[in-house]
């Protein structure tokens, strides 16, 4: 029941992106969100949306969203729900105006116990906590691609019944790295580590990098997406304007890190394991390197190496 409000919540999302232009809710609202960030108007159609679908859940007692500060308890379930969720309402809100594929990522933990006041605390649990995790991407279909622990499926959206349908059962990540997906316009902002394994891939070093093309959209669940499906290792490195990494443990890394584990992969923040670290706040940030095993070993051993 879960799974499907949630899923619905992304088919109302899809909507209104597809009908943005036409609704004029493209653009900016003007505001900053908790972050510092620009909010768009569809980042608060799109919170709202999940915020509504979840609210009268009895087994959700809150929600955490990356465009809210703190926790919002929910009417229905808000001392007896067993569930919180955390979720980014809209990935990739910087291409909405472009029309590039954006998304929804979300994550589902249980709070250790029921019938008291929610705190902030029952959300900051390490990832390999997380009963289920998963995203939407309004691309050029809609997908929903989630896991419980046991594997992780992939559905479409036809829109002509707006059913998901199972399209990709058991999705595994390829054992090839095809896409290489950084923003490289931070290198001087770099590590020496990171930039020694940005080095070795464009220098195709190795056998393995000799086929490898770099692909970087800038809506992280879309390059996650892509990169689940064709293979490959998605980096957003801590740098000198990001020192502690820019995109959210909670929001973000959590559940993706928890979707490639069960599809094969790996996901570190150059040194740990994604899914061990506790985050310090809702809003917490980590680095972020994701894909093939091979690959996020690679770049731990020369980070490991050069710092
Ligand atoms: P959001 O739109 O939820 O704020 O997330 C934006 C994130 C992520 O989607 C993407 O991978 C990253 O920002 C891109 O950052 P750069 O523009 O710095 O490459
Ligand atoms: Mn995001
Ligand atoms: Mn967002």
């Not at 985050?279 to 390197?289: K, T």
Request: with cysteine; hydrophobic share 40%; glycine share 10%.
């Amino acid at each position: 029941l879960l799974m499907s409000h949630i899923a619905t919540a992304t088919k109302v999302v899809s909507r209104m992106v597809a009908k943005a232009g036409l609704l004029n809710v493209l653009g900016k609202t003007g505001d900053t969100n908790v972050q510092g960030e620009q909010v768009t108007k569809l980042d608060i159609i799109a919170n709202d949306m999940l915020q509504a679908m979840l609210d009268d859940l009895p087994m959700v007692a809150a929600t955490a969203s990356e465009e809210d500060e703190s926790f919002v308890l929910t009417s229905a379930g808000a001392m007896t729900g067993r569930y919180l969720i955390a979720f980014d309402p809209l990935d990739g809100s910087s291409n909405i105006d472009a029309n590039v594929s954006i998304g929804t990522i979300f994550s589902v933990r249980r709070r250790a116990t029921v019938g008291t006041v929610v705190k902030e605390e029952d959300f900051l649990g390490p990832g390999s906590e997380l009963v289920a995790a998963g995203y939407a991407v309004y691309g050029s279909s809609t997908m929903f691609v989630y896991t419980t622990g046991q594997g992780v499926d992939g559905f479409t959206l036809d829109p002509g019944v707006g059913e998901f349908v199972l399209s990709r059962p058991n999705m595994t990540l390829p054992d090839t790295c095809c896409c290489f997906s950084i923003n490289q316009t931070n290198r001087n902002r770099w590590s020496a580590g990171t930039r020694a394994y940005v080095d070795h891939v464009l220098a195709r070093a190795t056998p393995r990098y000799a086929k490898t093309t770099g692909r970087y959209i800038g809506s992280l669940v879309a390059d996650f997406h892509r990169n689940l499906i064709y293979g490959g290792i998605f980096l957003y490195p801590s740098d000198s304007a990001s020192p502690g990494g820019k995109l959210r443990l909670l929001f973000e890394a959590q559940p993706l890190a928890m979707l490639i584990e069960q599809a094969g992969g790996s996901a570190t923040d150059g040194r740990r394991r994604i899914l061990d670290i506790v985050p310090e706040g809702l809003h917490a940030r980590a680095p972020l390197v994701i894909g093939n095993t091979e690959d996020v070993a690679c770049y731990g051993e020369l980070v490991a190496a050069h710092g």
